[in-house]
């Protein structure tokens, strides 16, 4: 059944995708300063375009998951969103908001963007994914919090599932995490400890739950198994992220100045981390093995797969491969990191969200999937994006790799300039492949405005 309120989820879908498209671009931006240092300096430098595209990922998927959420719990919950006209206000706030901050990165000096927006008053800015002014923090707090109240009340009016209480959980754990963003202790040890209160415990821990809610709604619906199968799976999950998650957190100890028995906690529970994404692929493919229902959206479901699988590889394998406190002693803050960036959060985070995008536009516009050639486009910019990324990430590994030995483990370690010099092939490799990736995102927009036979009315 289709509620009325759902439609409020259309334009924070079509602004994450928006937003996607940017990120990418400046990705592209910084993957070509790698290799020819002044390109496009001094109008756009390196950290300049850094900071553009690491806050519009977060941006555009706490979009995603807003979106999603306003899609979900009325249908969970068999109840009408506690106000539309509230979550389309804080839409037009956020992106307003995320807009002019963008707007400060590229045409205010950073140092100058502190002064005039009151970081002397609470010093928050210049740390790595929580650049935002402090203006932007409190707007974003502002913002989930009201966003949350919406959700939260159409929740308590309602049916209560076992989905609705995991996603709620993730998105208040979202919120909670996100104050650490305002303590910024002088103590550089202490700085980086609760740093990662926000960082890690977002992306390793209640951004997870997020994951399992939206991959748990659509199977559901793609495959008609019984809710009470899929809802046993998340349970066991999600249990498995929050153990092995929060305490992995120390694998982020290791070199920082903290006790050495992070060394010992980190290596251990972080190693652990592998296994609720495996047993989220496995999830996946059962569902759909058992599947009941022969669903007409079958992008939507070859995204949930997809999902599964890039999250174990992505966060799973190349989160383990540096993880233990002896490598990475070796590899930390090397392109190895990067690679396993790249795949987790593509795997983990962008799939999900484009997962419930494939599923829920349709219905948004009326009907239970969109035409079989349009569908086909769509699986077409699925593979040009996943490949890409799976290039991506090998290129950026052997990039790490290769610097890995010539800095620190050759008998005549070289600069680190030297070393980048030496690794600048795959550099150019990674940038070929960021370009057949905007091409994929580029077609798997496109099939959205395909005409063809339509599909039963939802």
């Known amino acids: 059944m289709q509620y009325k309120s759902q439609a409020v989820a259309k334009p924070y879908f079509v602004a994450a995708i928006g937003l996607f498209v940017g990120q990418i671009v400046f990705g592209l931006v910084m993957g070509l300063q790698y290799v020819v240092g002044d390109f496009l300096f001094p109008a756009i430098p390196f950290n300049v375009a850094r900071m553009v595209h690491t806050n519009l990922l977060i941006v555009w998927l706490l979009f995603g998951f807003m979106g999603a959420a306003y899609y979900m719990v009325p249908e969970e919950s068999e109840t009408e969103l506690h106000s539309p006209k509230l979550a389309l206000i804080l839409f037009w706030v956020f992106l307003v908001a995320g807009a002019l901050t963008v707007l400060g990165y590229l045409m205010v ?179 759909v093995n058992r599947r009941r229902r022969d669903h007409p959206n079958k992008v939507a479901t070859l995204w949930a797969l997809g999902t599964g699988v890039m999250a174990f590889l992505g966060a799973g394998v190349w989160g383990f491969l540096h993880t233990l406190a002896p490598v990475n002693y070796y590899t930390h803050g090397t392109q190895i990191t990067a690679a396993h960036g790249h795949m ?71 600069p680190f300039m030297q070393a980048q010099d030496q690794v600048a092939i795959f550099y150019w490799a990674r940038e070929l492949a960021g370009v057949i990736f905007l091409i994929g995102l580029v077609v798997y927009l496109f099939s959205f405005f395909i005409k063809g036979e339509e599909k039963a009315k939802a």
Do not use: C
């Not at 995991?166 to 979202?174: A, D, E, I, Q, T």
């Not at 303590?183 to 390793?204: R, T």
């Not at 997962?355 to 516009?365: F, G, K, N, Q």
């Open 109 to 287: 000096p950073y140092a100058k963007l502190a002064e005039m927006t009151g970081n002397n008053l609470l010093p928050t800015m210049g740390r790595e994914f929580l650049e935002q002014p402090l203006i932007t923090k409190v707007g974003i707090v502002v913002v989930a919090l009201a966003f949350l109240y919406n959700i939260s009340m159409t929740v308590l009016k309602g049916r209560k599932t076992s989905i609705t209480m995991v996603l709620l959980l993730g998105l208040w754990g979202l919120a909670v995490f996100f104050l650490f963003s305002f303590y910024n202790p002088a103590n550089l040890v202490l700085d980086k400890f609760y740093w990662w209160w926000v960082v890690h415990l977002w992306v390793e821990g209640v951004w997870e739950l997020i994951l399992g809610a939206l991959l748990a709604f659509v199977l559901i619906k793609v495959t008609g198994v019984d809710r009470e199968v899929i809802e046993k799976w998340l349970y066991v999950i999600i249990a498995m992220t929050i153990i092995t998650g929060v305490i992995g957190t120390g694998h982020h100890y290791f070199w920082i100045g903290t006790p050495g028995y992070w060394q010992w906690w980190g290596s251990a529970f972080s190693a652990l981390e592998p296994i609720p994404f495996f047993m989220m692929t496995v999830f996946a493919f059962n569902m």
């Open 344 to 414: 987790a959060f593509y795997g983990a985070y962008v799939m999900v969200v484009l997962t419930i995008i494939s599923y829920a536009m349709p219905m948004l516009r009326g009907r239970q999937a969109n035409s079989n050639k349009s569908q086909v486009v769509e699986m077409w910019g699925f593979w040009l994006m996943t490949v890409s990324m799976v290039f991506i990430t090998l290129f950026l590994t052997a990039a790490g790799i290769l610097q890995t030995w010539l800095q620190r483990v050759s008998s005549t370690p070289m």
